[in-house]
């Protein structure tokens, strides 16, 4: 099965960039889908950007990115990455990577799952 290890995460100021990785088991060009998902204590998981693994790679972004984040691939180390820029608090979540055969307006609709990278952005 693809197993799934989030890193990356970590305190922040407002303003601040991160660069999460997710670090697949297996070749994600099998996969077909991956995304990124958060979720802050007290409030429902929402999903933040999905990209397909083969084809032109099309990425799909929740309108809470707001332009900020990068969802990207890099194939050589089956790594899976979301670049966040300009931090806001409202960021601070755990980030789950996630993959799943659905398409990328559902994030995928995951099958396999992160543990969670922890994401803290102070004021």
């Known amino acids: 099965q693809v197993r799934l290890v989030e890193s990356g995460g970590g305190s922040v100021q407002a303003g601040g960039s991160l660069r999460l990785s997710c670090a697949a088991s297996?070749?994600?060009?099998?996969?077909?889908?991956m995304a990124w998902f958060r979720q802050a204590p007290g409030k429902e998981r929402e999903g933040v950007a999905a990209?397909?693994?083969?084809?032109?790679?099309?990425?799909y972004y929740a309108d809470s990115g707001k332009g900020r984040f990068t969802i990207s691939l890099d194939n050589d180390e089956l790594t899976v990455y979301l670049q966040m820029n300009s931090l806001n608090p409202e960021d601070s979540a755990m980030y789950h990577c996630?993959?799943?055969?659905?398409?990328?307006?559902?994030?995928?609709?995951?099958?396999?799952w992160g543990q969670g990278t922890q994401v803290t952005v102070s004021s």
């Open positions: 990209i397909y693994t083969s084809g032109g790679r099309a990425t």
């Open positions: 996630a993959a799943g055969i659905g398409g990328i307006r559902d994030y995928c609709s995951p099958i396999f």
């Open positions: 297996a070749d994600i060009h099998e996969i077909k889908c």
